[in-house]
């Protein structure tokens, strides 16, 4: 199988901390990975799409210096949440492509940010 | 603009009863669509997926999804459904149009099954 591990599950930070989130793809390379933000009820919004070696794409309106995205190498991407505030807290998801563009995407199992 | 709709913010089926969770696209070209399930502060599960073929796709856990071209849907169905099905479940197509072809998901639809 394909496997995306996400961690941590949960976290509580206070305001104006940062926070990162790992994606991992445990069992294959993920040459792109994409991170989603879901808000209570709602679904998922696509924040950025990172590929491994070079910048993430952003989604309009999300500001890149706010949520930091790295994707050093095929297995990994972080996702840093900087200087983080209440209205941060969401649930963030990452996804990871095994291979060509018409495969499914594999899902971690999500991160709760709390803001205090 | 690309989009996906799920019409229905919550079905209710009685256990045992068939279930159909709609769900309608707008695309550019051929369409990839996507049915995933979320279970409470958990990612997604994906449960099947349409690219081309037999208009019926049949998925993981007994479920299936029927393509249908001309109305532009593919609604989600399952025989006979069981209390654990309960949970979020997310229609999804690929964005053709953006960077890195990623998804463009519907609001969710929330299935309860009751016993």
């Known amino acids: 199988g394909a496997v995306v591990s996400q961690h941590p599950s949960r976290v509580i930070c206070k305001s104006g901390t940062s926070v990162k989130i790992e994606c991992r793809s445990l069992?294959?390379?993920?040459?792109?990975m994409f991170w989603y933000r879901q808000f209570p009820k709602q679904s998922l919004m696509l924040m950025a799409t990172?590929?491994?070696?070079?910048?993430?794409?952003?989604e309009q309106g999300v500001e890149k210096d706010k949520f930091l995205i790295n994707h050093a190498s095929l297995t990994l991407s972080t996702l840093t949440v900087t200087s983080a505030h209440p209205e941060d807290s969401s649930f963030y998801i990452c996804?990871?492509?095994?291979?060509?563009?018409?495969?499914?995407?594999?899902f971690g199992q999500g991160t709760r940010l709390t803001v205090v | 603009a690309q989009s996906v709709a799920q019409p229905e913010d919550q079905v209710n089926v009685a256990e045992g009863n068939p279930l159909t969770v709609k769900c309608t696209y707008s695309v550019s070209g051929n369409p990839y669509l996507f049915w995933y399930v979320q279970y409470p502060n958990r990612g997604l599960q994906f449960l099947l997926k349409?690219?081309?073929?037999?208009?019926l796709v049949k998925g993981s856990y007994g479920f299936e999804a029927e393509f249908n071209k001309s109305q532009t849907s593919f609604h989600l169905k399952k025989p006979s459904a069981l209390v654990s099905d309960s949970a979020l479940y997310f229609c999804?197509?690929?964005?053709?149009?953006?960077?890195?072809?990623?998804?463009?998901f519907g609001k969710g639809t929330r299935l309860l099954v009751k016993p």
């Open positions: 996804s990871a492509r095994k291979g060509a563009l018409n495969t499914e995407a594999f």
């Open positions: 349409y690219i081309t073929g037999d208009n």
């Open positions: 069992d294959f390379q993920a040459t792109t």
């Open positions: 990172s590929n491994e070696g070079s910048k993430a794409t952003y």
């Open positions: 999804a197509v690929r964005d053709s149009e953006g960077q890195g072809f990623s998804f463009i």
